[in-house]
């Protein structure tokens, strides 16, 4: 008897069109069916889409390891289309000894240095869009700000940083299928991936910056000179497409609920809690896959060793048996244990200064704002993995 018999399989490719620009429908069908399902399109994945089971796999990192990468293809059984990340497609103890450094450099103490520069940037960039009035909310705000304040922390030149957006294109839509979006992004690979591996030297980064410092860490010899320009890569991937749609994201949920954006107004300690909450409603990061490392189970259902387990990040986030109306907006839900920045040990690094991000922005736009109106039909840009808005026309009324 095949015990997998008993995993309801269902017909959707979350990586369709339709899917992207509209998961929710979807994620129901799939949280429904089960706490393991399988998709008829992509026969070698299972997937969980309840919070249960999402949290689970990502807190058992022993038997759902990352070596093997956290997007569809098995990199045990298939070439990476890069180097691997030595953290993000690492497991213990590799990924230990590189997440330490990582995580030191992006800790809540640096936060404390690099706050009030961090919120000066947001005032100014957001009084430049008030005196606007009419805006596009990704290109005039949750586009530049994420491109200014987090290459200038790392401690890249000004040049090139359009880059930055291609080459996470290109990381997040790989982590999906070899679909058209793949295609399409991959199209400028060579030059891309050039410039940001020229730019992950250490000739190239300032002094004292976030780069700099994980070269200081090869200096002590905590990491191997070898994988510093690879750890700074990390930071090209991860820091700036995850935090433009995170913005993005949480403008798009204000805009559309003038009654939460009106609190916001009104108190701006829920600033962060906005934030946080847009996380949950609208996930950035959709989808991480995790490979069983040996043969395992997931809520009693048996997964073969080498399996691609499809973990779908923003279901969970909306999954009604941990939230009540999840697929409300609510600013003053406090939204702990969502799972748009993953959880356990591979956890976002960069979580504080994201969430640094978002604060200072959502501050300085409640300050100046007391109103933001939706001044046309917004456009999503469609990604394999991320959740991002192409375009979103706004005006704010200032207050
Ligand atoms: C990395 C990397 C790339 C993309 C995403 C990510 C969400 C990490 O190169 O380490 O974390």
């Known amino acids: ?197 020229e730019h992950c030297r250490r000739e190239h980064l300032r002094p004292g910056g976030f780069g700099d410092q994980i070269y200081q860490a090869a200096d002590s010899g905590e990491i191997s000179f070898e994988q510093a320009p690879l750890l700074v890569r990390s930071f090209l991937s991860a820091g700036v497409d995850t935090t433009i749609n995170g913005l993005g994201n949480a403008l798009y949920s204000l805009a559309h609920h003038p009654e939460q954006y009106a609190k916001l107004h009104a108190d701006l300690t829920l600033a962060r809690p906005a934030f946080e909450e847009a996380l949950r409603w609208e996930s950035t990061a959709q989808t991480f896959f995790r490979t069983a490392g040996a043969d395992t189970a997931i809520a009693g259902i048996q997964v073969q060793k080498e399996t691609k387990v499809l973990c779908f990040l923003a279901a969970a986030n909306r999954d009604p048996r941990k939230w009540p109306e999840p697929d409300r907006y609510d600013i003053e839900r406090r939204p702990s244990g969502h799972v748009a920045m993953g959880s356990g040990i591979h956890g976002c690094v960069g979580q504080v200064i994201a969430r640094l991000e978002g604060e200072v922005v959502l501050t300085a736009l409640a300050k100046r704002v007391k109103r933001i109106d939706v001044m046309g039909p917004h456009t999503r840009r469609l990604n394999n993995t991320l959740r991002a808005l192409e375009t979103l026309p706004l005006r704010l009324v200032a207050a």
């Not at 706490?35 to 058992?60: F, G, I, M, T, W």
């Open 1 to 197: 008897m095949n015990e997998n018999t008993a995993i309801p399989e269902l017909e959707f490719d979350p990586y369709a069109p339709e899917n992207l620009l509209d998961p929710y429908p979807m994620h129901e069908a799939l949280r429904e069916a089960g706490p393991v399902v399988k998709l008829r399109p992509y026969p070698s994945v299972v997937a969980c889409a309840r919070h249960e089971q999402v949290h689970a796999v990502l807190n058992d990192h022993q038997s759902f390891i990352s070596g093997a990468g956290v997007g569809l293809t098995n990199f045990n059984l298939e070439a990476p289309f890069r180097p691997k990340s030595l953290i993000l497609e690492a497991d213990p103890p590799l990924h230990t000894q590189t997440r330490a450094v990582l995580s030191r450099i992006l800790s809540p103490k640096t936060v404390m240095q690099i706050r009030a520069t961090f919120a000066a940037e947001a005032d100014a960039l957001v009084d430049r869009c008030v005196a606007k009035g009419e805006i596009d909310g990704i290109h005039d705000l949750a586009q530049p700000y994420p491109l200014k304040v987090f290459p200038d922390a790392v401690g890249l030149e000004a040049d090139g940083r359009e880059n930055l957006l291609l080459y996470g294109d290109m990381v997040f839509n790989s982590m999906g299928p070899r679909n058209e979006l793949l295609a399409r992004s991959t199209e400028r690979v060579a030059p891309v991936t050039t410039w940001i591996m």
